[in-house]
């Protein structure tokens, strides 16, 4: 038995299911890069202002064992690495990972362009079968443009809606190379996420989730402990200048 060939209409189908899961699974992955980033912004707040604070503590107390010749003039305390959760300060950047550490807010033009868009040619208005698949296309191709801050493009878009020039791009020959343009995409989207996976921020944010399941904060709990840290310096800081007054105190 002879395979048949895709027909047209069976491979605008499968172009627009490519364009919805696309659309889709971009709206998932700038989703997650935003809350990655938001937590990310709150552990440096948060956690990362407790640990500058622990540092200066730290290397007092250096100081003052220094001087009490309890340790080396060239130990320190650089080099200290804090594993658990997150790195202590130097929390990793993931702004670059996240593709959009220097993305601009959408301005107020692009906003309206973008709902006047998606309010003209929003697919549920479609009358038929080719209509919807036009107007997916085109709703996936604002989404990309939106994503992108791209106000030209979505000026385009509307323009060529707007002169009833919806097809030009359709054409029997230009469907399957959108098709490989969009699985190739769904590709890289994957590969971006599988970076994501790899960050310290991924990581802390899946073990918050896990926590979160049990029923405790582990966030809250990162704050308890660094702040317990923090007593804990300060206390042996304060003993270290007790013995290092007494110390030098001048003999009667």
């Known amino acids: 038995m002879k395979l048949q060939p895709a027909t047209p209409d069976a491979d605008r189908a499968r172009l627009a299911a490519l364009e919805l899961e696309v659309a889709a699974r971009e709206r998932d992955v700038t989703r997650l890069k935003r809350d990655l980033l938001a937590l990310q912004s709150r552990y440096l707040d948060d956690i990362g202002g407790l640990y500058a604070k622990l540092n200066e503590i730290e290397t007092a107390i250096a100081d003052e064992e220094i001087a009490l010749g309890l340790r080396l003039g060239t130990e320190g305390t650089e080099g200290t690495e804090r594993t658990e959760g997150m790195p202590g300060p130097q929390t990793e950047d993931i702004g670059a990972a996240a593709g959009c550490g220097h993305r601009?807010?959408?301005?107020?033009?692009?906003?309206?362009?973008?709902?006047?868009?998606?309010?003209?040619?929003?697919?549920?208005?479609?009358?038929?079968?080719?209509?919807?698949?036009?107007?997916?296309?085109?709703?996936?191709?604002?989404?990309?443009?939106?994503?992108?801050?791209?106000?030209?493009?979505?000026?385009?878009?509307?323009?060529?809606w707007e002169r009833g020039d919806t097809h030009g791009g359709d054409d029997l020959d230009s469907v399957p190379r959108r098709i490989a343009a969009l699985e190739e995409r769904r590709q890289a989207m994957d590969a971006e996420l599988a970076d994501l996976k790899t960050s310290a921020i991924w990581r802390l944010n899946a073990k918050m989730e896990e926590a979160r399941l049990q029923g405790w904060d582990l966030f809250a709990e990162m704050l308890r402990e660094v702040d317990r840290e923090i007593r804990r310096a300060t206390a042996r800081l304060a003993r270290l200048r007790k013995q290092r007054a007494s110390s030098s105190a001048p003999i009667p």
Do not use: V, W
Request: no cysteine.
């Open 104 to 160: 601009t807010a959408p301005s107020a033009d692009l906003k309206r362009i973008f709902r006047q868009l998606a309010k003209t040619i929003h697919p549920d208005l479609a009358l038929d079968g080719p209509a919807r698949y036009r107007r997916h296309s085109l709703m996936a191709e604002a989404n990309r443009a939106y994503a992108e801050r791209d106000e030209d493009r979505l000026r385009l878009i509307l323009s060529k």
